[in-house]
């Protein structure tokens, strides 16, 4: 599911294309969203601008969410955007 595929740089769609071909940066498990994870999320937001996160079965087994309002909800608060969700694996943008 394609959520948000405009940007304005294409150095930035580059480091995007790079993120979605390679391999996850941060996994999201059985604790959750907490704010140590959503820290982590942030730095590496700042670092680098892309980040792919992967949802663990073990959380998926106790929330039971739907990924694309977990996506939407760490997105909100890391002041990020949704920019692509696949299976269990979304990809979360801030451009500079």
């Known amino acids: 599911m394609w959520v948000d ?3 304005s740089n294409k150095d930035f769609e580059e480091k995007i294309k790079e993120r979605v071909a390679g391999k996850v940066d941060v996994q999201l ?3 959750g969203v907490t704010e140590a994870f959503i ?3 942030k730095n590496r937001l700042e670092k680098q601008g ?3 996160i992967r949802v663990l079965k073990s959380l998926r087994r106790t929330l039971g969410i739907e990924i694309g309002k977990l996506a939407e909800e760490i997105a909100e608060k890391t002041q ?3 920019y692509e969700i696949r299976g269990f694996t979304f990809i979360l943008i801030k451009e500079k």
Request: charge should be positive; hydrophobic fraction near 25%; avoid cysteine.
């Open 39 to 41: 820290r982590e999320v």
């Open 29 to 31: 498990g059985k604790k």
């Open 50 to 52: 892309v980040v792919k």
């Open 80 to 82: 990020s955007k949704v």
């Open 5 to 7: 595929k405009k940007t």
